[in-house]
């Protein structure tokens, strides 16, 4: 069961992130159906640690198996997606592949594996031309900053005025 729960309008869901560069790209995805790019990644499952998790979906969307050289950021993230409210807390590693992934000339590619997504090797100074979520994502990746930090984005939709 993956660690996202869903009460009325709002969702929590726990997510990993990879962060991989070859050759000065980074690689990105987004759903079929979306424009919007994130970092490849998923759900934490209940009871599963965050780098076995990111290990799992990176077999899973890409059919690669890969190291987790570190830790990198802490993504903090409150906003609205398909009319509900997101807390999503999202953990970003750095990783390289064990087995070569190719460039695909820049071009996007699909695969068997996760067929509802669409991934692309982006070169770092190509950013802006991508939207990418949580921007802050972004901004680490053009800057080449890659120092582990904790970043809060969006406010908190539930304010609690209790002493």
């Known amino acids: 069961m993956d660690a996202v729960f869903h009460v009325e309008h709002q969702v929590f869901n726990y997510r990993v992130a990879a962060v991989m560069i070859k050759e000065g790209r980074v690689l990105m995805h987004r759903a079929k159906a979306e424009t919007n790019w994130s970092l490849p ?3 934490v499952k209940l009871g599963e640690d965050a780098q076995t998790s990111l290990k799992r979906e990176m077999k899973e969307e890409l059919d690669v198996n890969v190291t987790v050289d570190g830790f990198l ?14 807390h999503e807390v999202g953990l970003y590693f750095k990783i390289t592949e064990n087995k070569a992934l190719p460039l695909h000339n820049g071009e ?20 802006n031309e991508y939207v990418l979520y949580p921007q802050v994502v972004k901004e680490k ?9 904790y970043f809060l984005v ?6 609690d005025n209790r002493s």
């Open 73 to 86: 950021w802490t993504v903090e993230n409150f906003f609205t997606y398909a009319e509900k409210e997101i």
């Open 41 to 43: 990644g998923g759900r």
């Open 154 to 159: 969006g406010q908190s939709p539930v304010v």
């Open 141 to 149: 990746l053009k800057k080449g900053s890659f120092e582990p930090d």
């Open 108 to 127: 996007e590619f699909t695969v068997l594996e996760a067929d509802r997504l669409v991934f692309k090797w982006v070169p770092l100074e190509k950013l």
